[in-house]
């Protein structure tokens, strides 16, 4: 599977905009693995029964626009400007109660940008700083967060198994950063509490509270 990979550049990420867009894969087999992984997002979110969701790292607000569709209070926010007017506009086009706007995560400092649940799926891995995005989700999550990153070296042995990016030895482009699941959690432990770990082939996906 590969993400959608930033394209612009940003003091803590790696390059931001569309590489690849799996959501609207037409792949049989891609579009089953999404199907697993939207699953398990939406297992975990109702499981905390939270109203207020901030997605931050939207893209083009394909999980914030869903999770809308399901009644919860939702809103968005990436670092692309490109990505956050398509969002917008797919939003409008919806009549969707959701608001999207540009911001890099190390601009989320404002009180309106806590949530009672912040989602940042498919993200940290493109950051040059992760630690320091953990210390602003820390604080915007009021009090959970939902996060997930591809399962390494699963992600790239499947990549090489389909026959792409062996250049890079299966890395997606814009992946600066590769994790276990156990060193996934590892790092989340010392920012919070572990609730519960999904792991969706081929992601580890954790749902977490602020300590």
Not at 61 to 73: D, E, T, V, W
Not at 138 to 146: D, Q
């Amino acid at each position: 599977m590969s993400p959608v990979t930033r394209q612009s550049m940003d003091i803590r990420t790696g390059p931001s905009g569309n590489y690849y867009d799996k959501y609207a894969s037409k792949h049989p087999l891609e579009r089953l693995v999404m199907a697993n992984f939207i699953a398990n997002l939406q297992r975990l979110v109702a499981n905390v029964r939270v109203e207020e969701i901030h997605e931050v790292g939207c893209g083009e607000g394909n999980l914030s626009l869903m999770l809308a569709r399901q009644g919860y209070r939702t809103r968005g926010s990436d670092l692309s400007e490109g990505v956050v007017a398509q969002a917008r506009a797919r939003g409008e086009a919806e009549g969707l109660p959701v608001s999207f706007k540009v911001a890099g995560i190390e601009n989320l400092t404002a009180p309106e940008d806590r949530a009672e649940l912040v989602l940042c799926c498919e993200v940290l891995e493109h950051l040059v700083d992760p630690a320091a995005a953990l210390d602003t989700l820390k604080a915007l999550a009021a009090p959970y967060l939902l996060t997930s990153v591809p399962r390494e070296p699963l992600w790239r042995i499947l990549n090489m198994a389909r026959g792409r990016y062996w250049q890079d030895l299966g890395n997606t482009p814009g992946h600066l950063q590769h994790w276990s699941a156990s060193g996934f959690l590892r790092m989340l432990e010392k920012y919070f509490t572990i609730v519960e770990v999904a792991r969706p082939l081929p992601w580890t996906m954790v749902l977490c509270r602020s300590k």
